[in-house]
Nanobody, 124 residues
């Protein structure tokens, strides 16, 4: 199994930066990709922000292109989300999710593992 833990959230002023961390543990070799999402209002769909795959392919959501950067440290099993020029519309709970693939008799099992989130607040 894979576990995911986010950290790095907090309160910043508009225009400032934060770096979020997503530490994975357990069967990390089953992780195909790690993505960052956010949820501004409980119960609403989570917004896709960025994803990095095992082969370092990266993609971003339109709302954060040019401001947020995803990266990873393989040795630390950690994926980062560098968030620059934070805006009043960025406050949310930020989540990390690991897409895992494991071989099973007769096929593959796909499972998405979510962390509990880290809150980000931006004051104007």
């Amino acid at each position: 199994q894979v576990q995911v833990v986010e950290s790095g959230g907090g309160l910043v002023q508009s225009g400032e930066s934060l770096r979020l961390s997503c530490v994975t543990s357990g069967n990390v070799f089953s992780i195909a990709a790690v993505g960052w999402y956010r949820q501004a209002v409980p119960g609403e769909p989570r917004e896709f922000l960025a994803e990095i795959t095992r082969t370092d392919k990266i993609r971003y959501g339109d709302s954060v292109k040019g401001r947020f950067t995803i990266s990873r440290d393989i040795a630390k099993n950690t994926v980062y989300l560098q968030m620059n020029n934070l805006k009043p519309e960025d406050p949310a709970v930020y989540y990390c999710a690991a897409d895992t693939v494991q071989a099973r008799p007769g096929g593959c099992e796909f499972l998405e593992v979510w962390g509990r989130g880290t809150p980000v607040t931006v004051s104007s």
